[in-house]
C-alpha cells in the first residue's frame, strides 16, 4: 500500500473516531419502519377483507359457475 493512502486512511479513522465520540443518537429510524410495516399489514388485511366482500357481491358465491 502506498504510504500516502496509509496516512490518509489512519487519519480518517482516527477523525471518525473522534467525531463518533461526542455523537448522540436523537431519533432511532427502527420506530418509524416499525410503524410503516404495521400500517402496509393492516392495509392488507383491509384489501383482503373488502376484495372478498365483493366477489361475494358480485358472484353470489365462491363457486360461482
Not at 486512511?9 to 473516531?17: A, G, L, P, V
Not at 455523537?23 to 388485511?45: K, M, W
Request: aromatic letters at 10%; one cysteine or more; proline letters at 2%.
Amino acid at each position: 500500500m502506498n504510504l500516502g493512502k496509509h496516512f490518509v486512511i489512519c487519519d480518517f479513522k482516527y477523525k471518525m473516531r473522534a467525531a463518533t465520540d461526542t455523537l448522540t443518537p436523537i431519533f432511532h429510524q427502527s420506530v418509524l419502519v416499525r410503524a410503516s410495516i404495521q400500517d402496509v399489514v393492516q392495509e392488507a388485511v383491509t384489501a383482503a377483507f373488502l376484495t372478498a366482500m365483493m366477489v361475494l357481491l358480485f358472484l353470489g358465491s365462491w363457486r360461482a359457475h
